[in-house]
């Protein structure tokens, strides 16, 4: 075997082999920017990002020109969610959102509340659920945006979206997702769904980092949304700079084999999950956290009450990659605000191991995770610390 064995797909994926072959000739032989309009060198490029669009569309059922380039999800959650506000402020002050979404929403929404917006955050249950009821009485006449994540990056629980955005819609309210977990791995459909805004990245779905999307909803009259970025006006003016070309086009093609293969993908993944959580929760102390009916295929997050947490994830690290909740919260030694939210004592939430699979992910990979997880966990409970 080689380890560690990588159980982190939620944290970044690999690009795919088609995704790389598809991205090399735009870094030197197809180099042209695409605002340069007046020779063969833009055109291509030009060109090679508008197939692109109609790839990242296509995954997700929308329109081409609803899709508008990022430098990944956390751009496109703060044009959503300021430029969207910007130009409502005439409406209302009232935004609502979950105590358990994303950082790159949370941290945007407390700069938000700095600028005189009124944030309420909701809480969830036990398995991580909305109550549709609170999300209706929390509404009022000043409310102007929901965001709620289509899919938990920690648990893997799938919000109902849908429902969620049906109540907005009847209030003349935008509602915005943050699909990025969910995109590429489940069906989306954003007109299916009723949503307005929608974000992804390219790194989560066997794409490049450093570029996402934003999908913004087009009808007559249009969402305003003011751009965060100003210059030379690309996209329709929506986000100013160069566009990066090979990290589009690598997106474009990643979205492509997403569409062709993730029912295969979530089908063997899902068997595979579920012989490792299996496995996992027969052991002493062992608790899911989550749903485990309405999730991600993938994903897994288990809590190992009676272990020092962060002893207990160093020693799994040395033969499995893996994390006890978001890559973006890691630098910190905070348990994750997701685990809290959802009840848990802070001792409890740091010994804890989100495992999610990926395309490359074997049965004997996860054999191998569930005797090393078994196994230093025994050694843990015995009284050495180290599990050595």
């Not at 993908?265 to 068997?271: F, H, R, S």
């Not at 027969?282 to 962060?310: Q, T, W, Y």
């Not at 905070?334 to 740091?350: C, I, N, Y």
Request: hydrophobic content about 40%; overall charge neutral; glycine content about 10%.
């Amino acid at each position: 075997m080689k380890y560690p064995i990588y159980l982190d797909y939620n944290a970044t994926t690999p690009c795919h082999p088609a995704v790389v072959e598809e991205m090399l000739p735009f870094f030197s032989e197809h180099f042209g920017n695409p605002s340069s309009g007046q020779h063969p060198f833009g055109w291509v490029a030009e060109e090679a990002v508008e197939v692109a669009r109609e790839q990242v569309a296509g995954l997700i059922g929308a329109a081409p020109k609803e899709i508008i380039f990022t430098s990944g999800a956390t751009e496109a959650i703060n044009l959503a969610l300021r430029g969207a506000v910007a130009g409502l402020k005439s409406k209302g002050n009232h935004l609502i959102t979950l105590e358990t979404e994303h950082k790159a929403v949370l941290d945007t929404m407390q700069v938000l509340e700095k600028q005189g917006f009124e944030v309420t955050y909701l809480p969830v249950q036990t398995d991580g659920a909305v109550s549709l009821n609170l999300l209706k009485k929390t509404i009022k006449a000043e409310t102007i945006l929901v965001a709620a994540m289509l899919a938990n990056n920690e648990t893997g629980y799938l919000h109902p979206v849908k429902e969620m955005a049906a109540i907005a819609r009847e209030r003349g309210i935008l509602f915005f997702t943050d699909a990025v977990q969910a995109v590429g791995k489940i069906p989306v459909d954003v007109k299916a769904l009723g949503i307005d805004m929608l974000a992804l990245s390219g790194h989560k779905m066997y794409g490049p980092k450093g570029v996402g999307a934003l999908y913004l909803r087009k009808s007559k009259p249009g969402i305003g949304l003011d751009s965060q970025i100003t210059g030379g006006g690309q996209e329709t003016g929506r986000r100013s700079g160069t566009l990066n070309v090979p990290g589009i086009v690598g997106l474009g093609k990643a979205a492509e084999i997403a569409r062709q293969e993730f029912p295969t993908d979530a089908l063997k993944l899902a068997e595979l999950r579920d012989k490792l959580e299996k496995e996992l929760l027969s052991i002493e102390g062992a608790h899911l956290n989550g749903s485990s009916d309405s999730r991600l295929p993938h994903v897994c997050n288990i809590s190992f009450r009676g272990v020092s947490g962060k002893p207990f994830l160093i020693r799994i690290n040395k033969h499995l990659a893996v994390s006890s909740g978001s890559a973006c919260s890691s630098i910190t030694d905070k348990p994750s605000h997701v685990l809290r939210a959802m009840g848990l004592d802070s001792e409890t939430a740091v010994a804890t191991l989100r495992l999610s699979l990926g395309k490359s992910t074997t049965e004997k990979d996860v054999d191998v995770a569930i005797d090393f997880i078994t196994e230093t966990h025994q050694k843990m409970k015995k009284g050495n610390p180290s599990g050595i």
